[in-house]
């Protein structure tokens, strides 16, 4: 039904930027929310940031807020995740995720279950 592909990760040093992006194919992108969920090795998957279907309501884990910023772009069906001052903390496997979700409610768009598509993940790698 929906299908994901993360693409913008790599190599920088603390304090760089990055920007991920999400392409998603598939019929009615606009009535699916969008989540950024992160996995170092031998930790949990965790949620990052997400944004409702309608883009007006996004939310952001502690640890990146005002750092992190997410977006999208329903006419190009694509989410975007800006990642500003780069800790090596952030260093992991960002994963693009979506779900059939008009709501607002953080904790169906911030947990990891429930979310029934998901992307292969890109690499970002945070040096110190």
């Known amino acids: 039904q929906v299908q994901l592909v993360e693409s913008g990760g790599g190599l920088v040093q603390a304090g760089g930027s990055l920007r991920l992006s999400c392409a998603a194919s598939g019929r009615t992108f606009g009535n699916y929310a969008m989540g950024w969920f992160r996995q170092a090795p031998g930790k949990e998957r965790e949620c990052v940031a997400a944004i409702s279907w309608s883009g007006g309501y996004t939310y952001y884990r502690d640890s990146v807020k005002g750092r992190f910023t997410i977006s999208r772009d329903n006419a190009k069906n694509t989410v975007y995740l800006q990642m500003n001052s780069l800790k090596p903390e952030d260093t992991a496997v960002y994963y693009c995720?979506?779900?059939?979700?008009?709501?607002?409610?953080?904790?169906?768009?911030?947990?990891?279950?429930?979310?029934?598509?998901w992307g292969q993940g890109t690499q970002v790698t945070v040096s110190s």
């Open positions: 995720a979506a779900k059939a979700y008009q709501g607002i409610l953080r904790m169906v768009l911030a947990t990891t279950e429930g979310y029934p598509y």
